[in-house]
């Protein structure tokens, strides 16, 4: 979240329609002249604390095509975490709309499933199957023998088989979020929200957990929008990627990520800092004289 601000120059994308920016790299695939999944437009969100209005994004504008790894990458603060809830459904732009296959998205519902960064997420005193049937159950999405099948089908998915019947409590982190996944994607949402869902890992986890969301996507082919401060973790995961400038969230850009599988080229090395230079060219511009020592990494 940041503090209100003097808006600064407003992108291409960030005007009060919310009109979609020129899109730099490669080309998009095949599906972008089609209908959007989810279209999101001009939204600013506000809210308010005991003395001061914030302003946590300034009319952003976004399509979401079928099939995509779309990522939000910013700075922290930028608004992007509070982004993700209001395409959840949990909260209501001030200003602006959100769609997802044309209908205004008013309140949450099960065709957005969303994975958070903590750990404990998960129901305690449910085994790994319990977890991933509880939301087909409750939801009446699915019951009985039908809602164990697709349960254990999705536990396979994320390598859990062996633990199904173990609480979380014997997890480590990484197999909390997988099975977090698991619960997501055995709901068969349209678009899977994922919130810095690798962040707190450490570095080894992380890699191994991001590979094998990407494997999954190979299988699946599933909707994600991603959210994430690691310019890294976005070239990796992202087939587009739009940037987000801090205080509050504007649209920078929007970008096509590098080929799969070469997220450790020199052509990944140089989008990268690209994309860094993009997102704090205004705090470098606003503090010519700052110490090296003191600039935002990636």
């Not at 920016?21 to 080309?27: D, N, Q």
């Not at 459904?89 to 969303?114: F, Q, S, V």
Request: a neutral charge; one cysteine or more.
């Amino acid at each position: 979240m940041t503090s209100d601000t003097t808006l600064a120059s407003k992108s291409a994308l960030s005007g009060s329609g919310g009109s979609k920016p020129a899109v730099r790299g490669r080309a998009l695939n095949d599906s972008a002249a089609g209908q959007p999944l989810l279209d999101v437009r001009g939204v600013t969100i506000q809210y308010k604390t005991q003395h001061h209005l914030i302003t946590a994004t300034y009319r952003v504008g976004f399509q979401v095509l079928q099939g995509d790894r779309f990522v939000v990458v910013g700075p922290s603060g930028c608004g992007k975490s509070t982004l993700l809830k209001a395409v959840g459904g949990y909260l209501a732009p001030t200003e602006g709309e959100i769609r997802l296959k044309g209908e205004l998205i008013t309140r949450p519902g099960p065709d957005r499933l969303m994975v958070f960064q903590e750990f404990d997420q998960l129901l305690p005193w449910m085994t790994v199957l319990e977890n991933v049937v509880f939301p087909l159950k409750t939801t009446g999405t699915l019951h009985g023998k039908a809602a164990t099948e697709r349960a254990m089908h999705y536990i396979e998915k994320v390598k859990l088989t062996d633990f199904a019947n173990s609480y979380p409590h014997m997890l480590s982190g990484g197999m909390k979020q997988r099975v977090a996944i698991a619960r997501g994607m055995a709901m068969e949402p349209d678009i899977l929200l994922m919130d810095e869902p690798f962040a707190a890992l450490d570095a080894l986890t992380r890699t191994r957990m991001q590979d094998e969301l990407l494997l999954l996507w190979d299988e699946i082919r599933f909707t994600v929008l991603f959210v994430t401060h690691s310019i890294p973790e976005a070239i990796k995961l992202g087939s587009r990627i739009l940037l987000l400038s801090p205080h509050p969230g504007q649209v920078k850009a929007e970008i096509n990520s590098v080929p799969r599988g070469q997220e450790n080229s020199n052509e990944a090395a140089a989008l990268g800092r690209e994309i860094h230079d993009m997102l704090f060219a205004d705090q470098i511009e606003e503090a010519p004289h700052a110490p090296s020592a003191n600039a935002p990494g990636h």
